[in-house]
């Protein structure tokens, strides 16, 4: 069965499992112990943490072992944090941080600190003219990934390294995505990254912080890792972890395999719009990750998508409100401005058959149609103007329709994603050009997905304003 999620866990990679099993029989022994098994423990350990700082590209004393990347990323944001306090207490962050630097910025916010968040570009990318500007004397910290978990954007984290360096701002840079595919670039300050994201073991994480950054490690400290993270180190675990990460960065190989990897997801990002109707594929088309393509797909419940891929042998995720129990649209593609619904992010892991990816690109068009149609969409519809559903078998009753002296008002209440932006869609051109069509929704996915439905086809987007319950979203026919 194909597994296109390595974004979220490679899998463990067979030198990592090598090294796994081995450091079980050698390196079980306490570390910090002076008798053998402890000296045999301790070998272990300072070798694993050279290789992994030369793949980082720092000082095997500049970092760390911790129990997870997002423990990294806590006590990177918190210890930089605290170590600049006298400097001041605010938290500049891009807006599409994975969520362990957004919930570190709740937890300073809470004690008082200010967090302000940098804008994205509808690629996802921040601009770092805005960092400039963003940058105030109160400015303690700076996070910026290196590349963006959900849909691959890399950010320009060495030309924001270098204003950070001029403003003496430190920068952290989360790099659990693209660690494996090469060292960071640029003057950071710190780096946290997560050995289960290239293919190491879960439960490993990593901290860099270079010589000359004001850390105050927070919280209980014990004399392990420097005081940085404290606990019994997970010796097997570690050694694995950096095996895996010098195994995929050795050699030519290393570069061969990104760029077969760069090819097959450029088919799929040229295919996918030309198989499936309505689809638009989000993220950076060239500065982006090797191995991750994201699209979304209009019309499309994305749970139910995800679902039906898995039934077919395809193991994907998704960014879509439909898949999450919060209802909730993921904050990247809020960021962003692109459609949310039916959201598919493909990862490709080391190895991946170019064959697999043939033959997904063979199943999607039929599954998507297959979910459409269960929605009442005929998949070859454009949806441009009122669908002709018969012999269809909608899931959800159709939203009322009425008619308003200031044109159709649709009571999409109650319906989740996608349902809001079918109707609108079959209900469009009932009015005439120059008319509007009001949807009224209480399900969060319509605030995003209705402005994305309008540039994706041509429509005008006039607005929101309140309503009894939920919101009123407002969209001109152009055409």
Same mark, same amino acid.
């Given at each position: ?5 390595? #974004? ?7 030198? #990592? ?16 112990r ?56 605010? $938290?500049? /962050?891009?807006?599409?941080?994975? &969520?362990?630097?957004? /919930? ?33 004397? !109160?400015?303690?910290? *700076?996070?910026?990934? &290196? ?17 950070? +360096?001029?403003?003496?701002v @430190? ?19 710190? $780096?946290?990254?997560? #050995? ?42 570690? =050694? ?18 990104? #760029? ?11 295919? *996918?719009?030309?198989?499936?109707? %309505? ?6 088309? *060239? ?8 699209? &979304?797909?209009?019309?499309? %419940?994305?749970?139910?998508?995800? /679902?039906?891929? !898995? ?20 904050h ?25 990816v ?22 070859a ?12 078998? @909608? ?13 159709v *008002? ?19 051109? +009932? ?14 996915a ?6 994305a ?6 429509q005008e ?12 979203? =407002? ?5």
């Open positions: 069965m194909p597994y296109f999620d390595a #974004a979220s866990a490679a899998p463990l990679h067979p030198v #990592a499992r090598e090294a796994l099993l081995a450091s079980l029989d050698e390196g079980w022994a306490d570390p910090a002076l008798y053998r098994e402890g000296r045999r423990g301790r070998l272990l350990l300072d070798a694993a943490r050279e290789a992994a700082a030369e793949a980082v590209g720092c000082r095997p004393d500049e970092l760390v072992f911790t129990p997870s990347g997002t423990q990294a990323v806590h006590a990177g944001v918190a210890g930089a944090l605290a170590g600049r306090r006298r400097a001041g207490r605010r $938290l500049l /962050h891009s807006a599409v941080e994975h &969520s362990s630097v957004l /919930h570190a910025a709740e937890v300073h916010a809470a004690a008082g600190g200010s967090v302000a968040e940098l804008a994205v570009d509808r690629t996802g990318r921040v601009a770092a003219g805005d960092v400039a500007a963003a940058l105030t004397p !109160d400015t303690a910290l *700076v996070a910026l990934q &290196s590349a963006n978990h959900e849909v691959g954007t890399e950010q320009p984290v060495e030309e924001v390294a270098e204003l950070c +360096q001029e403003a003496g @430190p920068l952290l840079v989360d790099a659990a995505q693209s660690l494996a595919w090469g060292p960071v670039p640029g003057a950071w300050s710190l $780096l946290t990254a997560s #050995a289960h994201k290239w293919g190491g073991p879960p439960g490993v994480g990593l901290l860099a912080v270079r010589k000359g950054t004001r850390f105050a490690p927070q919280g209980p400290r014990d004399e392990r890792e420097a005081g940085r993270s404290a606990g019994f180190e997970n010796i097997p675990a570690v =050694v694995a972890a950096a095996a895996a990460l010098r195994a995929l960065r050795s050699g030519p190989a290393a570069d061969t395999e990104a #760029a077969r990897l760069r090819e097959l997801v450029d088919r799929i990002r040229t295919r *996918v719009p030309e198989l499936v109707p %309505d689809v638009e594929v989000v993220g950076d088309p *060239v500065r982006r990750l090797p191995h991750l393509v994201t699209f &979304s797909c209009l019309y499309v %419940d994305g749970e139910t998508l995800l /679902h039906e891929l !898995d039934r077919a042998g395809f193991s994907v995720s998704s960014g879509s409100s439909c898949t999450s129990s919060t209802l909730t649209p993921s990247v593609l809020r960021a962003m401005g692109v459609l949310s619904e039916g959201n598919v992010r493909i990862s490709l892991p080391y190895g991946t058959a170019e064959a697999d043939e033959r997904f690109l063979e199943v999607l068009p039929g599954v998507v149609r297959s979910v459409r149609e269960r929605l009442g969409v005929r998949a519809e454009p949806m441009a103007g009122a669908a002709d559903t018969a012999g269809a078998a @909608p899931q959800e009753p159709v939203a009322a329709v009425a008619e308003e002296p200031e044109g *008002v649709v009571d999409a209440l109650g319906r989740r994603c996608p349902i809001p932006v079918i109707e609108l869609a079959k209900t469009i051109g +009932q009015v005439p050009v120059g008319g509007t069509v009001t949807v009224l929704s209480d399900d969060e319509a605030r995003q997905d209705i402005p439905w309008c540039g994706m086809r041509d987007y006039v607005g929101e304003r309140a309503a009894e319950r939920g919101a009123a979203y =407002v969209v001109r026919r152009r055409a």
